[in-house]
């Protein structure tokens, strides 16, 4: 049975923080473990990590800090996306201020006061420029995946302290909840079980 994965791309201590609380309030399991700036861990490692985790979704992080390219962040995002014991659910592709140097194609975006929107955001989750496209630091390889949704979001846990984890990560928490009915995970007795873990 393949285990049912969203893919973050960000790692810092605020996302951690942000995505540890959203998992527990969710019902899934986040592994701690793939936070870092950059990310330390192979995808082998991350996806024998997932395997261990006792609930779905799984919530895994990757960071590539600010390296230029497909670097070890995303190499590894690659690799677990790719695996065949893997289903990914979404992506939270999170923005940064490598402006015009990474970007990724998504579908739809959340900005900081929780609305939808066709537009990118920048790190402070305010609306961008430039439709269904947004700036990141880790974000590179996301347009070769197949996925159901991939989501815009700013700076995880933080945005001007309105995602912070003290006062719930309410925007992560949107994205995350978009994510999971979008991708049909909400409705499967899997996440009823997990609900209660």
């Known amino acids: 049975m393949k285990r049912q994965v969203i893919l973050i791309t960000d790692g810092d201590e605020y996302a951690k923080h942000a995505i540890e609380l959203v998992a527990k309030e969710i019902g899934g399991r986040c592994i701690s473990q793939s ?58 592709a999170v923005s940064s201020n490598t402006h015009d140097r990474e970007w990724a194609k998504v579908d739809v975006s959340i900005d900081r006061n929780g609305n ?17 496209r947004i700036n990141g ?41 978009l994510i999971l009915e979008r991708s049909g995970f909400y409705g499967r007795s899997r996440f009823d079980k997990g609900t209660n873990s």
Do not use: W
């Not at 700036?37 to 895994?60: H, R, W």
């Not at 939808?116 to 269904?132: A, C, H, N, R």
């Not at 995880?156 to 990560?169: F, L, R, T, W």
């Open 116 to 132: 939808l929107t066709p537009y990118g955001v920048d790190k402070f989750g305010e609306p961008d420029m430039e439709l269904q």
């Open 137 to 177: 630091d880790t974000v590179y390889c996301l347009d070769q995946l197949d996925v159901p949704i991939i989501v815009g979001i700013g700076d995880i846990g933080k945005m001007g302290k309105v995602d912070h984890y003290k006062n719930g990560a309410p925007i992560t928490m949107e994205a995350i909840k």
């Open 35 to 92: 936070g870092g700036n950059p990310s330390l861990f192979t995808g082998e490692e991350i996806v024998k990590m997932i395997k261990s985790a006792p609930s779905d979704p799984v919530f895994v992080m990757f960071d590539d800090s600010g390296f230029v390219g497909e670097g070890r962040g995303e190499q590894a995002l690659m690799y677990v996306a790719k695996h065949n014991d893997i289903e990914v659910l979404g992506v939270l």
